[in-house]
């Protein structure tokens, strides 16, 4: 029974960082993968990376890519998600998932996190 527990998020100035992480245990998976997605208000939740145990497999979309860092450390079962120059259009609720394939696609992912708020200020 996979079990993940994500760490708050908050409040933050544009330009600023935040980082969050997710504990995750509870794989029965042969390689499991860890997803973040965020949702605003009225829109669809939208995968913006994942990264997968064994081999680093590591995907960003293009509106984070570079400012977003995804790592793990498996020995904890831990996710983080480092974001660097955070702008107001990154607000959103932000949720880590798991699920068996490498993927930002919702339907592939198993379980969810509780999600939490990110706040961009401008």
């Known amino acids: 029974h996979v079990q993940l527990a994500e760490s708050r998020g908050g409040l933050v100035q544009a330009g600023g960082s935040l980082s969050l992480s997710c504990a995750a245990s509870g794989f029965g998976w042969a390689n499991p993968v860890i997803g973040w997605f965020r949702q605003v208000p009225g829109k669809e939740r939208k995968g913006i990376n994942f990264?997968?145990?064994?081999?680093?497999?590591?995907y960003y979309i293009d509106s984070v890519r570079g400012r977003f860092t995804v790592s793990r450390d498996n020995a904890e079962n831990t996710v983080y998600l480092q974001m660097n120059n955070l702008k107001p259009d990154d607000t959103a609720v932000y949720y880590c998932?798991?699920?068996?394939?490498?993927?930002?696609?919702?339907?592939?992912?198993?379980?969810w996190g509780q999600g939490t708020q990110v706040t961009v200020s401008s």
């Open positions: 990264i997968n145990k064994r081999d680093n497999d590591i």
């Open positions: 998932t798991a699920g068996p394939v490498a993927t930002i696609l919702t339907d592939y992912y198993i379980r």
